[in-house]
Antibody
Framework: EVQLLESGGGLVQPGGSLRLSCAAS????????MSWVRQAPGGGLEWVSA????????YYRDSVKGRFTISRDYSKNTLYLEMNSLRGEDTAVYYC?????????????WGQGILVTVSS | EVVLTQSPATLSLSPGERATLSCRAS??????LAWFQQKPGQPPRLLIY???NRATGIPARFSGSGSGTDFTLTISSLEPEDFAVYYC??????????FGGGTKVEIK
């Protein structure tokens, strides 16, 4: 059974930093791309970032480029999202999602999500 | 960036009725269009990928159709557990992956 468990969220001041983790199990982590998607309170879904199965290809939405970094640790089967220079508009539930192979962005399994609140 | 517009914003129906949800893309996304269901406090669940392929474990009452810029999700006969918000998403032209604004299917 595929399981994705996010952690690392919480309250942070504007300009602060946070690192989200997503522990993956139930599938061969090194064979699939992974992605982060967020949802502001009461809002819709917004894609944030993705990383290829090898970790060598990374992708970001424009509003987080230069501030967020996606990475993965194959020894721990864990996906990360390092978030710096956080802004109020980054407040959201962040979901990690399993994608397909290569650039196949079919997001077939999602974690339960973790809340990030950026506020003073 | 491909903009996805979903309509209607809210659909009020009774159990047993047929639901038809629309998703229109600002440019062709070929057939690389997916549908997700989301219930309050839960993550999205993949229903349909690449226009018409049901994901693992999705009941046959859910079906998808369309091509190019116009897509439809049909729920043939609404069950009580189907009342939720539905999102479409394209993966043809990315980054960024984009989602529609959602359609809420509520009990009439």
């Amino acid at each position: 059974e595929v399981q994705l468990l996010e952690s690392g969220g919480g309250l942070v001041q504007p300009g602060g930093s946070l690192r989200l983790s997503c522990a993956a199990s139930g599938f061969t982590f090194s064979s699939y791309a992974m992605s982060w998607v967020r949802q502001a309170p009461g809002g819709g879904l917004e894609w944030v970032s993705a990383v290829g199965e090898s970790g060598g290809s990374t992708y970001y939405r424009d509003s987080v480029k230069g501030r967020f970094t996606i990475s993965r640790d194959y020894s721990k089967n864990t996906l990360y999202l390092e978030m710096n220079s956080l802004r109020g508009e980054d407040t959201a539930v962040y979901y990690c999602a399993k994608a397909g192979r290569g650039t196949n962005m079919i997001l077939d399994y999602w974690g339960q999500g973790i809340l990030v609140t950026v506020s003073s | 960036e491909v903009v996805l517009t979903q309509s209607p914003a809210t659909l009020s129906l009774s159990p047993g009725e047929r639901a038809t949800l629309s998703c229109r893309a600002s440019q062709s996304v070929n057939n690389y269009l997916a549908w997700f269901q989301q219930k309050p406090g839960q993550p999205p669940r993949l229903l349909i990928y690449d226009t018409s392929n049901r994901a693992t474990g999705i009941p046959a009452r859910f079906s998808g159709s369309g091509s190019g810029t116009d897509f439809t999700l049909t729920i043939s006969s609404l069950e009580p557990e189907d009342f939720a918000v539905y999102y479409c998403q394209q993966r043809f032209s990315w980054p960024p992956l984009t989602f529609g604004g959602g359609t809420k299917v509520e009990i009439k």
